[in-house]
């Protein structure tokens, strides 16, 4: 169904986790009230820059480049982002998604990080990459900004994989606890990618009820209100885990939200920081086995400003497991 399953050839990996980011991600200004702030991501930065994760290897993020962007993006509607981007103040590009003068800097920003970590990794400078970023991506749809996010980072980055680098098979694991509407759109029926996501529903953005008539690289596995570790972690291990070692990936993405926690704001569901570090270890278990290692992963939602740095620092202890 999916292809051979080779692992990745070539040398052993470098085991190293880099941090990919750049503080314009932190420029991006979306008003008093907001929950995607720059305290969030202020919050994560200081989390993982404690003595424990000494052996992180932090680079600045570069631009991407607007044919990166475009490959997947309407090109139209990329323009009339950046058009967009006020001089002074803030403007809303819909109800929820608001920028500022320096978020189109952050925009290129976050989606960059995400492909130098594919770069990164794939010519062995190193195991695995967390980007901690904003603004998030996995709502941005290939012509419409929605839900916090302008572009794609970690479909642009899955993306780039393939066309620069020549990779076959890419898999994109989506834990944040909502749907992520626009990757799917993206990637759904569309050869050498495939799309799994575990989300409260019904929630926001309403997708993601379940699987898609005719469509055989996406999986969605809906969670209901207040769903718990035991739950979260049978249904992940039961409709997550197999299609994923099945397509046997060369390069494993997560879109690492982390607002199923029992603490956040704007969702319903109960897990811990130790679920999403189970869930981190499973995937690179199989990114073990298929992709020499490589995973690279994106950060998307999570509004609790503690509950947010410890499930990050859960979350990337998990990739930095094996670390030489």
């Not at 008093?32 to 404690?50: F, I, K, N, Y």
């Not at 509407?181 to 993206?186: F, Q, R």
């Not at 046997?248 to 029992?262: C, K, R, V």
């Amino acid at each position: 169904m999916y292809g051979h399953t080779e692992p990745l050839s070539g040398a052993e990996p470098i085991m190293k986790t880099l941090i990919l980011t750049h503080e314009s991600c932190l420029q991006h200004d979306t008003g008093a009230g907001h929950p995607e702030s720059p305290a969030r991501l202020q919050a994560v930065l200081d989390r993982l820059r404690q003595p424990d994760f000494a052996g992180l290897e932090w680079r600045q993020a570069p631009r991407a480049t607007l044919e990166q962007i475009k490959r997947l993006h309407d090109p139209t509607y990329v323009d009339q982002v950046l058009a967009s981007i006020p001089d002074q103040g803030l403007t809303h590009l819909d109800g929820d998604t608001v920028v500022c003068p320096e978020s189109g800097e952050a925009a290129l920003r976050a989606a960059g990080a995400a492909c130098a970590a594919v770069d990164a990794i794939l010519r062995g400078e190193a195991g695995r990459a967390f980007c901690p970023v904003r603004p998030p991506g996995h709502h941005a749809e290939p012509d419409q900004a929605m839900g916090f996010c302008l572009f794609n980072n970690v479909a642009i980055a899955a993306v780039h994989a393939r066309e620069r680098h020549h990779l076959d098979r890419v898999a994109i694991i989506d834990f944040d606890v909502h749907h992520g509407n626009g990757t799917e759109a993206m990637l759904r029926s569309r050869q050498g990618y495939l799309y799994a996501s575990s989300h409260e529903h019904p929630l926001y953005p309403g997708t993601g009820s379940g699987p898609l008539p005719g469509v055989n690289n996406v999986f969605n596995v809906p969670l209901g209100r207040m769903t718990g570790s035991e739950e979260f972690r049978d249904r992940f291990r039961g409709e997550i885990l197999p299609p994923v070692r099945a397509f046997g990936p060369q390069l494993l993405f997560i879109s690492a939200g982390f607002d199923a926690h029992a603490s956040d704001p704007l969702a319903g569901l109960d897990l811990e920081a130790e679920d999403f570090a189970w869930a981190t270890a499973e995937l690179v278990a199989i990114a073990d086995r298929f992709a020499n290692g490589a995973v690279i992963s994106c950060l998307e939602g999570g509004y609790d400003l503690r509950a947010l740095a410890e499930c990050s620092a859960a979350h990337v202890r998990a990739l930095m497991a094996g670390d030489g």
